[in-house]
């Protein structure tokens, strides 16, 4: 996968403009604030049409209604454009001119690593689970349909739990466990793969203790029908559904302790980095092309070993962009951030037959 080119209109603080992205690596250095994190958030959208901001208006620049980001991409040698427009609590998704669902557009193309990612080592269950349904969701469409029928049952049914609607039990729990059961088995099912090459991406990290990863379960497919009927007064009273696959928890064990609760902040990042190279394979193997890779922040917190690991998985994608507040070394490109703008800096001659990175400002 290649981002040809990302264009971005009243996007949060970047000035209307146009990048050309190389294949290999783009760094982009600058101060605190000057817009990198902005930038890579607008690729990941541009290239996915995903956010995991909780407003929409927060990526549309004050003062303005409305924010438009462009991705040019080239796939398996085809290329399409696809576009955001947002506005209003709503997301508009073209590709090629076509309006399209976020289903619709390619679910492998980028991976976005940074350092909040480390929330998903030290933060609740649910953070955890969001990263596995939401790399499931990719994997496959079905998942993704599945588990949206499944949260809007449980919200239903807590309603008619709320309600004390006993009688109408019976049909929300058949719904709730056909649904429920099918996001366990694939989670399971999925849980074999991600676990050995999380494994593999901690051993290359460095990192001495081994990492496993498995579920924790509030219920199994077998036991879920009785294990309702047994809650049933609990949640009654309660007005909320006791168990289920939208309970459990992604266990990540490093050594012989859960890291949530025993790992260093420097091990609950390396987990971190593990999960999301787990993540970028498991997409590449799926989709048979490796994504664009983001990287935030490759320097915050690291060590060396880890920032050479970073730099070694973006040098294994055809293209990645570093931000960072220096210089990443070995870039086929560099751009300066300053105050929501990147300048490229003119440094190696480009390779025969690369076009020449260029900013076009809009
Ligand atoms: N909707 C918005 N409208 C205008 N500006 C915004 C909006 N949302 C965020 N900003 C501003 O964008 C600026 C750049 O933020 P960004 O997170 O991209 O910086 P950064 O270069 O990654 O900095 P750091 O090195 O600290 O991580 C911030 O000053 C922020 O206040
Ligand atoms: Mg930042």
């Known amino acids: 996968m290649r981002l040809d080119s990302l264009s971005t209109l009243n996007y949060r603080n970047l000035a209307p403009c146009t990048l050309l992205f190389p294949a290999g690596v783009t760094g982009v250095f600058g ?7 902005n930038l890579l958030e607008a690729a990941f959208l541009a290239l996915t049409g995903l956010t995991d901001v909780t407003r929409l208006e927060q990526l549309v620049q004050q003062g303005e209604t409305e924010a438009y980001v462009r991705a040019d991409l080239e796939s398996s040698g085809s290329l399409s454009v696809q576009e955001v427009g947002l506005g209003r609590g709503r997301r508009q998704l073209k590709v090629d001119g076509v309006r399209v669902r976020t289903g619709d557009l390619p679910r492998g193309s980028a991976v976005w690593i940074r350092p909040e990612d480390s929330e998903l080592v030290f933060g609740s269950p649910s953070g955890r689970r969001a990263f596995l349904d939401s790399l499931l ?7 993704a349909e599945v588990l949206s029928r499944y949260e809007r049952t449980v919200s239903q049914r807590n309603a008619a739990l709320r309600g004390g609607e006993e009688w109408a039990m019976h049909v929300w729990d058949e719904s709730l466990v056909r649904l429920g059961t099918e996001i366990m088995t694939v989670r399971r ?8 090459l999380a494994a593999e991406a901690n051993a290359a990290l460095g990192s001495r203790k081994s990492l496993t990863l498995s579920l924790a379960e509030s219920t199994t ?3 879920y029908a009785q294990d309702l009927a047994s809650r049933r007064a609990e949640e009654l009273a309660r007005g909320s559904t006791a168990t289920g696959p939208h309970r459990d928890d992604l266990v990540l064990t490093l050594g012989d302790f859960p890291a949530s609760e025993y790992a260093s902040r420097g091990e609950g990042r390396t987990v971190a980095l ?4 787990a993540e970028l394979e498991l997409l590449a193997e799926r989709f048979g ?3 664009v890779l983001l990287i935030d922040d490759f320097s915050a917190e690291l060590d060396p070993g880890r920032r050479a690991f970073l730099l070694d998985l973006a040098a294994s994608v055809p293209q990645a962009i570093v931000t960072g507040t220096e210089r990443a070394p070995g870039a086929a490109l560099t751009l300066r951030a300053h105050g929501g703008r990147f300048t490229p800096e003119v440094t190696a001659e480009p390779l025969p037959g690369e076009p020449l990175a260029e900013e076009v400002r809009a």
């Open 31 to 37: 101060e605190n604030g000057a817009g990198k994190t």
């Open 221 to 223: 497919p077998e036991a």
């Open 137 to 143: 969701s990719r994997l496959s469409a079905r998942y």
């Open 289 to 291: 092309e490796r994504p």
């Open 189 to 196: 099912r999925a849980l074999v793969r991600l676990n050995e």
């Open 274 to 277: 593990a999960l999301r190279r």
